[in-house]
């Protein structure tokens, strides 16, 4: 999922950051950054959101712990808030 326009968007670089869309309604979509807690999710137009809605997983064993890279620690000393664990999924 990408979004339109390229350029520099509340300080974060469009073109450098990818994205999932959490939800859509007529008009706009509500666009996860990756490796961003939830907190920097934004509405934006739809127009500009490329990409269905994305369901979100869980990484790891079902009911079990997740499965995360180290980035995702580091991530959250950084933010000072919990990031999504899908973001930071290892993939085996």
Do not use: I
């Amino acid at each position: 999922v990408g979004v339109g326009g390229g350029g520099v968007d509340n300080g974060v670089d469009v073109d450098a950051t990818a994205t999932t869309t959490a939800g859509k309604t007529n008009k706009m979509a509500l666009v996860h950054w990756w490796y961003h807690p939830s907190s920097y999710d934004e509405w934006m137009a739809a127009e500009d959101v490329s990409g269905d809605v994305e369901q979100p997983f869980h990484p790891g064993m079902p009911g079990g712990p997740a499965v995360v890279g180290c980035k995702f620690v580091r991530d959250v000393e950084k933010f000072n808030e919990w990031g999504v664990e899908a973001d930071y999924a290892v993939m085996e």
